[in-house]
């Protein structure tokens, strides 16, 4: 079985910084890609960003490019999310998630989408106060 943990959440003043990370652990498997998703109080899980494939291609949501990188060490399945000049809006609990590269079938090849990834972690909470 595979877990996923994040750490990094906090509460920090509009304008400052967060650094998210997430590292796999339990069965060994490669990830071909993860993410970061976000889910605020009554609204639906969103992306954030993702890093695909060897190239390490990223996807960013509009409404946080420009102010967040994501990054990873292919070898030891970790993913880091680098947030900067936040805001209040990006208060929510941010989950961490991998596609596993062993598993051959997925519904969908978009790595904007939940359906995409294979497993995910309990998430952190990110609280910005303004």
């Known amino acids: 079985q595979v877990q996923l943990v994040e750490s990094g959440g906090g509460l920090v003043q509009a304008g400052g910084s967060l650094r998210l990370s997430c590292a796999a652990s339990g069965r060994t498997f490669s990830a071909f890609a993860m993410g970061w998703f976000r889910q605020a109080p009554g609204k639906e899980r969103e992306f954030v960003a993702a890093i695909v494939g060897s190239s390490g291609t990223t996807l960013y949501t509009d409404s946080v490019k420009g102010r967040t990188t994501i990054s990873r060490d292919n070898g030891k399945n970790t993913v880091a999310l680098q947030m900067n000049s936040l805001k209040p809006e990006d208060t929510a609990v941010y989950y961490c998630?991998?596609?596993?590269?062993?598993?051959?079938?997925?519904?969908?090849?978009?790595?904007?989408?939940?359906?995409?990834?294979?497993?995910w972690g309990q998430g952190t909470q990110v609280t910005v106060s303004s």
């Open positions: 998630a991998a596609r596993d590269a062993g598993i051959s079938y997925h519904t969908t090849y978009d790595a904007r989408l939940k359906e995409y990834y294979d497993y």
